[in-house]
């Protein structure tokens, strides 16, 4: 751990570095950095990477939290998570949010709080599910005015599989509105489209339409285990003893 002040006074900061083993295979890097200034901003940021063996195949695992503060309303923060093995499996997901004092006039069609989330499984066959959520606040006129639009697939290893989704918005005054929509893939060439929305907006129709999807991660577990380096030359506690 390291600790530290500025020579002004006005920063103040600490960081935190680690690694662990076991004799199993068990390996870990991490660390934890934080710090404060003289007007107010506070920030904090983890990460953490791993390694073991289960059921015979090997895992590794990859996190990270990144937060943030003005100390005058406005805060953010950012999360993400990767979990891979090397039977081809994988699921990633990420979550970002901020948030500003509601007092803050804005123009037209910005947030005072928005949101976005993504994700992704891999099965290592060729299956995969996808997803994503993004929503907004915006402070007016003693109301909220909110809106989202999320969207998701699911597909399995011969390509059959559905698309979905929805955009929605809600006034100060609890109006209400939104629109959802779906695609049907069965591989025969033919894609099932159907919706609606809360305004009378409706349909049904099937269209000659290839499909595509992302049957496997772009960054995958050899892509994993050939960049974390430092992660796999971590020793075993009886190779520290015997050094």
Known sequence: MTRGVSADKAVEWQEKFWEASDEVGYKELGSEKSGRDASGNVWHEFWRESMHEENGLMHMEKTADK?????????????????????GQAEKWAH?????????PLEAGHAHVWHERWGETYDGYGGSTKYTDKWA????????????????????????????GETWWEGKHGERWNRTWGEQRN?????????????????????????WYERFPHFGFFHCYENSVQLREVPKPSEIQDS
């Open 137 to 164: 606040e915006r402070s007016q006129d003693g109301g909220w005015e909110k809106w989202g639009d999320k969207w998701d697939e699911n597909f399995d290893l011969n390509g059959h599989g559905i698309k979905q």
């Open 187 to 211: 591989g025969s060439g033919w894609v099932h489209k159907y919706g609606k929305s809360s305004s009378g907006e409706h349909w049904d129709t099937h269209e000659g339409q290839d499909t």
């Open 96 to 104: 970002k949010w901020c948030s500003i004092d509601p007092n803050t």
């Open 67 to 87: 937060w943030g503060s003005n100390g005058q309303g406005n805060e953010w923060q950012e999360k993400w998570w990767e979990r891979y093995n090397a039977s």
